[in-house]
């Protein structure tokens, strides 16, 4: 069983339109990820959920927003999609909150065209 | 505001090779991971530091945290095609414990 799965894989799709990437770990974790990685391949956070409550909102722009109906699924939505949204997208988890041992789903290539 | 440094950013060597890779930092981190990272995968924690001066190993991978908790090293000795990937290193720091501080990689490529 992967430990933290993330769909789609791979998501073309055209400026302006809004689209979800989900997140789902099956480790029992109490929080969870949202990171961007771009074509340099620096990570950034995004936004961090700790038992569904928000604890890290990065200054994202709001056509990002998350969502995490319970604590072992954290999605991701975005809207009026923009040719820089165009990245990796990583979910991650880890068992509390201090960020000290993550696991990572294997990304969403998004690409806005 | 990027804190954490990597060196070198690329480096190409043959199998076999020793290397050593650099993490630094003018900030005092609380605790600090390694991760290897390779093509369309996420990054897969390798070790966490905590202890200033401390030395973990990791089969041929030895990690190294400096005294004043600023700085890491990752030695690889006879470096294997399976080391090749993305090696980031990443701290809590002490000043707030929520969010990881990520540096840039260190892009290695081991050739047979």
């Known amino acids: 069983d992967t430990a933290v799965s993330q769909t789609p894989k791979y998501l073309v799709t055209q400026m302006g339109n809004d689209k979800s990437i989900k997140c789902e770990q099956n480790l029992g974790h109490d929080t969870m990820y949202w990171y961007k990685q771009d074509s340099k391949k620096f990570l950034k956070i995004m936004f961090s959920y700790n038992n569904k409550e928000l604890i890290i909102n990065e200054t994202v722009p709001n056509r990002f927003s998350p969502k995490s109906p319970d604590k072992a699924h954290l999605n991701l939505h975005i809207n009026s999609l923009e040719l820089g949204d165009s990245a990796v997208y990583f979910c991650?988890?880890?068992?509390?909150?201090?960020?000290?041992?993550?696991?990572f789903g294997s990304g969403t290539q998004l690409s806005v065209l | 505001t990027q804190l954490l440094e990597q060196s070198p950013q690329f480096l190409s060597i043959q199998e076999g090779e020793n290397l050593t890779v650099y993490c630094n930092s003018s900030s005092v981190f609380s605790s600090l991971q390694w991760y290897r990272q390779e093509p369309g995968e996420g990054p897969v924690l390798l070790v966490t530091v905590v202890t200033g001066g401390e030395v973990k190993k990791l089969k041929r991978l030895t990690f190294q945290f400096g005294d004043a908790r600023k700085d890491s090293s990752l030695h690889i000795t006879a470096a294997q095609t399976g080391d090749t990937g993305l090696y980031l290193c990443a701290g809590v720091y002490a000043g707030n414990n929520r969010k990881l501080i990520w540096g840039l990689g260190t892009s290695l490529a081991v050739n047979p």
């Open positions: 991650a988890s880890s068992p509390g909150y201090r960020s000290e041992k993550l696991f």
